[in-house]
């Protein structure tokens, strides 16, 4: 209603991944979560590599409540990938 990112993951097979929250035993930690869910978004990547790195992206940029570990941003280490061609 609100907007409001609550969860960003990435997954290989989305329709599994969703379905595992619907059908898991451990509702205490993801019970609040579906409560609070209206919409569910996705966006297709190419590769793995991007998908990790769009994820990484996605929850520094909206800090989702229930992205805890992704929280740790601002102590990450970057890493920049050059190919040494002049």
Known sequence: EDGRVLYVGKATNLRTRVRSYFGSDDRRK???L???TQRIDHKSTSSTL???VLE???IH???????RDGTRWRSSVYV??????S
Request: aromatic fraction near 8%.
């Open 34 to 36: 579906l409560r609070d």
């Open 61 to 67: 940029h909206f800090e989702p409540a229930y992205n």
């Open 56 to 58: 990484m992206r996605l």
């Open 50 to 52: 991007e998908a990790e």
């Open 30 to 32: 993801i019970g609040p």
């Open 80 to 85: 920049k990938v050059d190919s040494g061609r």
